[in-house]
T-cell receptor, first 116, second 113 residues
Framework: AQSVAQPEDQVNVAEGNPLTVKCTYS??????LFWYVQYPNRGLQFLLK??????LVKGSYGFEAEFNKSQTSFHLKKPSALVSDSALYFC??????????????FGKGTKLSVIP | DAMVIQNPRYQVTQFGKPVTLSCSQT?????MYWYQQKSSQAPKLLFH???????NEADTPDNFQSRRPNTSFCFLDIRSPGLGDAAMYLC????????????FGPGTRLTVT
């Protein structure tokens, strides 16, 4: 079964410092990996995806993620954190759900707090 | 702007009283999903439609039903809500079942009293 793990429930970082939110994956075949962000009482917003190609993927709001096949990781990064980046971040993997259909399987989420 | 709209944003219902949540989209996507998200947890897929083809997750309770009368609209019906059904319900769309990114609505927060 396809799955992702987010080992940290919460990450705290000072404003202006680099941030990393960790994600590891377990898939058979080539992974399709995603990062989403959720602000309080809102739906999920797509940040970026890895399908194939360059291991460094650039996304919205200055975020990027590095795909590492040997470590089965897909960590989310940003060079300089903003207070407005404080939110819940979900890593997700595409999983086959049968009958030609696919779905997203989400990690449990990591709460990012950026401290002014 | 093309988008996914959910109504209402907040819904309060009584224990056992049927409730319907609504989702509409202007993206013309052929796949629509319903997720349940409990507090600070990952979204859990309940079911999805590929056009009119309905796909139910194996562990989705029978209490949850869905209708998709046309491409733009999809409804989630909870026939007899229990206290454990209080959650955020998220609607999402995508272009094909191969799932590139999904586009989410803002969610409906359901409270059961």
């Amino acid at each position: 079964a396809q799955s992702v793990a987010q080992p940290e429930d919460q990450v705290n970082v000072a404003e202006g410092n680099p941030l990393t939110v960790k994600c590891t994956y377990s898939v058979s075949g080539n992974p399709y990996l995603f990062w989403y962000v959720q602000y309080p009482n809102r739906g999920l917003q797509f940040l970026l995806k890895y399908i194939t190609g360059d291991n460094l993927v650039k996304g919205s709001y200055g975020f990027e993620a590095e795909f590492n096949k040997s470590q089965t990781s897909f960590h989310l990064k940003k060079p300089s954190a903003l207070v407005s980046d404080s939110a819940l971040y979900f890593c997700a993997v595409r999983a086959y759900s049968g009958a030609g259909s696919y779905q997203l399987t989400f990690g449990k989420g990591t709460k990012l707090s950026v401290i002014p | 702007d093309a988008m996914v709209i959910q109504n209402p944003r907040y819904q309060v219902t009584q224990f056992g009283k049927p409730v319907t949540l609504s989702c509409s989209q202007t993206l013309n996507h052929n796949v629509m999903y319903w997720y349940q998200q409990k507090s600070s947890q990952a979204p859990k897929l309940l079911f999805h439609y590929y056009d009119k083809d309905f796909n139910n997750e194996a562990d989705t309770p029978d209490n949850f039903q869905s209708r998709r009368p046309n491409t733009s609209f999809c409804f989630l019906d909870i026939r007899s809500p229990g206290l454990g059904d209080a959650a955020m319900y998220l609607c999402a769309t995508s272009t094909t079942t191969s799932v590139r990114e999904q586009y989410f609505g803002p969610g409906t927060r359901l409270t059961v009293t």
